[in-house]
């Protein structure tokens, strides 16, 4: 039996929501504010940036696939650095994962606040006057209150959110197609390649569109039968991801010819902009906005407060924060306390009002985030040698070295400044665990005081596991091959 504990997570979340709460975090203010404007600057050649941005986001979810089985807790990279390298990585890692997913939802709620208005103002209702942050501050008071009530509320919301973007998703997709126009697409926007480091600011971008892939690592203490589900959920979504970025981009490519490309590479809401600029107005972009807005950015947000709540949770259960952010609401089980300090770094971040500086501070803190990871995946290896392992990533070790040096060198060409905040950010960080943490005793819980004794599954359940696992498969083989054949089109009839 699971171990029982009045101030302890409840394993509430199945696939489907683990899935969703990835994707939901992943697919949002990325795809539809910063990666698909680089639209702009590249053409159709972002199908390219795309599908190589897959490629190095590939291992580092098999990677976390397998730790994650191991060692299903709060926290995720927090407590494999823990184990695996040491406290003040942990904590690094701690703090930039933070930082970097509620920057995603703040993110997320001024890219609501973009679509939304337009959304009004397509349906006859201004609202231009209004300052996107009091949209986005309000849109996170409504999803703290969410998040505070129970994680397994907030998992159904975002099933719901995400099923709804799904579905919007398709019929603008159907209705879109005889408006595009197949000639667009072939070659970038400019009469050559941009400069080499322009291009890599340009693909950190569109790598920001996967990032937030190991959301639901982050919950494993609620997640049923983690063994199965976390590295389930991981593999699959990742190319959901790459699926969802591909269609979306194929069409705003159709659509838009390259005299209209300067509108999108500076537009906060690319496909409403690019809709207006060609004059289709009215359905197709109310259409597009719901899905996006009630759809797309709300299943960011949700998982944007849920993630870094957990961290936080862990972190002061450990002893780096006050003890205080670990408490459980004793009612909805949620850490309710560290609910509040997000929707306040939230806050703090919507009033800087720049999407693309908050974007930039967001991948090079997770792609920060991700190294640690790696190295706490070769330390685990060396230290526990014996632990159970139930999913092995093929070749971890040297996808870790690889998906080090790959991040490292992409961090070389990114924002300067969001490059200085990170650097704050890390040295704020050790400052803090040598002025708090350091002096501290601390007994290291063993795996199984940590995470308890996990069940398995009967016959009975597991064939469901499998049935439903298999169900998303190939739902997701389908979506993938869809995603990449749709970019042979326009050859067979140019």
Same mark, same amino acid.
């Not at 194929?250 to 209209?260: A, H, N, S």
């Not at 509040?340 to 985030?369: E, Q, R, W």
């Not at 526990?384 to 991040?407: D, Q, S």
């Given at each position: 039996?699971?171990?029982?504990?009045?101030?302890?997570?409840?394993?509430?979340?199945?696939?489907?929501?683990?899935?969703?709460? %990835?994707?939901? *975090?992943?697919?949002?203010?990325?795809?539809?504010?910063?990666?698909?404007?680089?639209?702009?600057?590249?053409?159709?050649?972002?199908?390219?940036?795309?599908?190589?941005?897959?490629?190095?986001?590939?291992?580092?979810?098999?990677?976390?696939?397998?730790?994650?089985?191991?060692?299903?807790?709060?926290?995720?990279?927090?407590?494999?650095?823990?184990?695996?390298?040491?406290?003040?990585?942990?904590?690094?890692?701690?703090?930039?994962?933070?930082?970097?997913?509620?920057?995603?939802?703040?993110?997320?709620?001024?890219?609501?606040?973009?679509?939304?208005?337009?959304?009004?103002?397509?349906?006859?209702?201004?609202?231009?006057?209004?300052?996107?942050?009091?949209?986005?501050?309000?849109?996170?008071?409504?999803?703290?209150?969410?998040?505070?009530?129970?994680?397994?509320?907030?998992?159904?919301?975002?099933?719901?959110?995400?099923?709804?973007?799904?579905?919007?998703?398709?019929?603008?997709?159907?209705?879109?197609?005889?408006?595009?126009?197949?000639?667009?697409?072939?070659?970038?926007?400019?009469?050559?390649?941009?400069?080499?480091?322009?291009?890599?600011?340009?693909?950190?971008?569109?790598?920001?569109?996967?990032?937030?892939?190991?959301?639901?690592?982050?919950?494993?203490?609620?997640?049923?039968?983690?063994?199965?589900?976390?590295?389930?959920?991981?593999?699959?979504?990742?190319?959901?991801?790459?699926?969802?970025?591909?269609?979306?981009?194929?069409?705003?490519?159709?659509?838009?010819?390259?005299?209209?490309?300067?509108?999108?590479?500076?537009?906060?809401?690319?496909?409403?902009?690019?809709?207006?600029?060609?004059?289709?107005?009215?359905?197709?972009?109310?259409?597009?906005?719901?899905?996006?807005?009630?759809?797309?950015?709300?299943?960011?947000?949700?998982?944007?407060?849920?993630?870094?709540?957990?961290?936080?949770? *862990?972190?002061?259960?450990?002893?780096?924060?006050?003890?205080?952010?670990?408490?459980?609401?004793?009612?909805?089980? %949620?850490?309710?306390?560290?609910?509040?300090?997000?929707?306040?770094?939230?806050?703090?971040?919507?009033?800087?009002?720049?999407?693309?500086?908050?974007?930039?501070?967001?991948?090079?803190?997770?792609?920060?985030?991700?190294?640690?990871?790696?190295?706490?995946?070769?330390?685990?290896?060396?230290?526990?040698?014996?632990?159970?392992?139930?999913?092995?990533?093929?070749?971890?070790?040297?996808?870790?070295?690889?998906?080090?040096?790959?991040?490292?060198?992409?961090?070389?060409?990114?924002?300067?400044?969001?490059?200085?905040?990170?650097?704050?950010?890390?040295?704020?960080?050790?400052?803090?665990?040598?002025?708090?943490?350091?002096?501290?005793?601390?007994?290291?819980? *063993?795996?199984?005081?940590?995470?308890?004794?996990?069940?398995?599954?009967?016959?009975?359940?597991?064939?469901?596991?499998?049935?439903?696992?298999?169900?998303?498969?190939?739902?997701?083989?389908?979506? *993938?091959?869809?995603?990449?054949?749709?970019?042979?089109?326009?050859?067979?009839?140019?």
């Amino acid at each position: 039996m699971e171990k029982e504990n009045n101030n302890q997570l409840v394993r509430a979340l199945g696939l489907k929501e683990s899935i969703s709460m %990835t994707i939901g *975090t992943v697919v949002g203010v990325g795809l539809f504010t910063c990666g698909s404007s680089q639209i702009g600057l590249v053409g159709s050649w972002i199908i390219g940036f795309t599908f190589v941005a897959l490629l190095i986001s590939i291992w580092p979810c098999l990677i976390y696939g397998e730790m994650s089985a191991a060692l299903p807790c709060a926290g995720g990279t927090y407590n494999y650095a823990k184990r695996g390298l040491n406290r003040i990585w942990a904590n690094m890692a701690g703090w930039h994962y933070i930082v970097s997913v509620v920057a995603i939802g703040a993110g997320e709620t001024l890219a609501f606040a973009n679509y939304f208005k337009i959304l009004l103002e397509q349906l006859g209702c201004n609202i231009a006057w209004m300052d996107s942050r009091i949209i986005a501050i309000v849109l996170v008071a409504i999803f703290l209150v969410l998040n505070f009530r129970g994680i397994e509320q907030s998992g159904k919301a975002q099933t719901a959110f995400m099923f709804f973007f799904w579905g919007c998703s398709v019929c603008w997709f159907l209705y879109m197609i005889p408006k595009v126009h197949v000639e667009y697409f072939g070659g970038i926007a400019m009469d050559g390649l941009p400069p080499f480091k322009e291009i890599m600011y340009i693909f950190g971008l569109v790598w920001w569109c996967y990032t937030g892939f190991e959301t639901c690592v982050s919950m494993g203490a609620e997640t049923k039968y983690p063994q199965y589900t976390l590295p389930r959920a991981l593999k699959l979504s990742v190319f959901m991801v790459f699926a969802l970025n591909a269609l979306f981009q194929w069409f705003l490519v159709g659509l838009v010819p390259k005299e209209f490309y300067g509108i999108l590479a500076v537009a906060d809401a690319p496909y409403a902009e690019g809709l207006k600029a060609v004059g289709l107005v009215g359905f197709p972009i109310i259409l597009l906005c719901i899905g996006i807005a009630f759809g797309g950015d709300l299943s960011t947000i949700n998982p944007g407060i849920a993630a870094p709540a957990r961290y936080i949770y *862990t972190m002061a259960e450990d002893g780096a924060l006050p003890a205080f952010l670990g408490k459980i609401h004793p009612k909805f089980k %949620t850490p309710h306390i560290a609910v509040v300090v997000v929707g306040v770094i939230n806050f703090i971040l919507i009033a800087t009002g720049s999407i693309n500086y908050i974007a930039s501070v967001s991948l090079i803190s997770l792609a920060v985030c991700y190294m640690i990871g790696c190295l706490s995946y070769l330390g685990l290896k060396k230290k526990y040698p014996e632990m159970k392992r139930p999913y092995k990533a093929p070749l971890g070790t040297f996808g870790c070295w690889f998906t080090i040096v790959v991040y490292c060198f992409m961090l070389i060409f990114a924002d300067v400044i969001a490059l200085i905040t990170a650097v704050i950010i890390s040295i704020l960080c050790a400052v803090f665990y040598y002025l708090y943490s350091h002096k501290k005793d601390y007994h290291m819980p *063993t795996i199984e005081e940590e995470i308890g004794e996990i069940s398995e599954p009967d016959e009975q359940t597991k064939k469901a596991l499998d049935k439903e696992y298999r169900i998303w498969k190939y739902g997701t083989i389908i979506v *993938t091959v869809v995603a990449l054949g749709i970019y042979l089109v326009p050859m067979l009839f140019k």
